[in-house]
């Protein structure tokens, strides 16, 4: 048994190998993906009503895709979405835009790492916003957003404006997720797959922390553990793996979405 020996650095290079071969990638198209992390969020609590946008990037640069104003999650499929520019002017589809999606054009102009922003209020992030503290991460599963996390405390109000577009951006800096106060989260991530998941995974932190903070002090775990398994979890495949775990959970009552 020679892995018995073997270095702890060792053995996560073997892993990371073995991921790469053995978890397949999924074959949706990016407008598939989008109204799929529409549908797994509704089943995961992010619905608010018509409250919230999710987006992704289209291939002429300036573009993305949204949601149409007026549907709920839980209704959103590939053709019903919309294809804009930076400005909201609708260039593919039928309906309009929700205009608060103007700071994700802000986002998208400052980071072109970013391929899929999501902005909801699920419950229990909207409950810990309302304190106006940040996101604790102190758990190993929260990893993926440990130092990842950006926080605004000062609400800017509604972000139909410009200003509000240079305020969250620049707030949430080069981070994967900002958690703004009063309002909700915002999740930048490089893949509408790392996207969906870390929204999924925010909302399961907050929960958490509001649970941890009921019972007593929340212990800080130590940053080079955090580092590590924020590193050991945020990839692509295991992010991709996630995604069709979570896919494959939502299509038995989803299965209209995909067309």
């Avoid at 790392?194 to 002090?217: F, N, P, T």
Wanted: hydrophobic share 40%; glycine share 8%; aromatic share 6%.
């Amino acid at each position: 048994m020679i892995s018995m020996t073997a270095s702890k650095e060792e053995l996560v290079k073997r892993a990371e190998s073995q991921m790469k071969s053995s978890l397949g990638d999924n074959t949706w198209t990016d407008p598939q993906k989008l109204a799929l992390t529409c549908r797994i969020l509704f089943e995961g609590g992010h619905d608010s009503g018509l409250a919230g946008q999710i987006t992704s990037r289209g291939e002429q640069s300036g573009t993305y895709y949204t949601q149409r104003l007026g549907l709920g999650f839980d209704e959103i499929s590939a053709g019903n979405l919309l294809l804009v520019d930076e400005d909201l002017n609708v260039l593919e589809g039928t309906g309009m835009p929700n205009p608060a999606n103007r700071f994700h054009s802000w986002v998208y102009r400052t980071r072109e790492d970013v391929n899929c922003i999501i902005h909801t209020h699920p419950p229990h992030i909207a409950a810990l916003s309302m304190l106006e503290i940040p996101l604790e991460v102190s758990h190993m599963d929260m990893c993926p957003l440990f130092e990842d996390c950006a926080f605004l405390k000062e609400w800017p109000g509604v972000p139909v404006g410009n200003e509000e577009g240079e305020i969250i951006s620049g707030a949430l800096g080069d981070k994967k997720a900002i958690l703004l106060s009063h309002h909700g989260q915002l999740i930048a991530g490089a893949s509408i797959e790392e996207a969906c998941v870390l929204a999924m995974l925010i909302e399961r932190a907050a929960k958490l922390q509001l649970l941890a903070m009921s019972a007593g002090e929340i212990k800080p775990i130590p940053e080079k553990l955090g580092r590590e398994a924020h590193d050991w979890i945020s990839t692509p495949k295991r992010h991709g793996a996630a995604f069709n775990y979570y896919t494959r959970r939502t299509l038995a009552r989803h299965h209209d979405c995909l067309s």
